[in-house]
């Protein structure tokens, strides 16, 4: 399989670190829930998004942390609030690729696996 200059520039340690850092932190389901309601709302602040998951604002707070300290979203202060933005501009396309891939490797009228599907 060919695979583009995309994926070789991948084999340059700092991208894949920096690729490894971000899936990391990507890799938490309240962290994905996070980031895909701030795609959907624009931004929210931390009130909406404890009310949003039924998280405490302390545990989202630490879940936001992350998420600010890889570069993934940011932060505006209004008054007594601050909201939280997306800013990464790879965080919605890989988000929608990864639902494609998965919903067409798991639909019953499909035969591909996941591998397949990519």
Known sequence: MKHSGIIKSLEASDEASRAAAVFATMGNDHRIQVLSALLRHGELNVNDLANM?????????????RLRDCGLVSTRRDRQNIYYRVIAPFVEPLLTAYIRVERAATSPWSKRSVVGAV
């Open 53 to 65: 998951f039924g998280l405490s604002q302390s545990a989202l707070s630490q879940h936001l942390k």
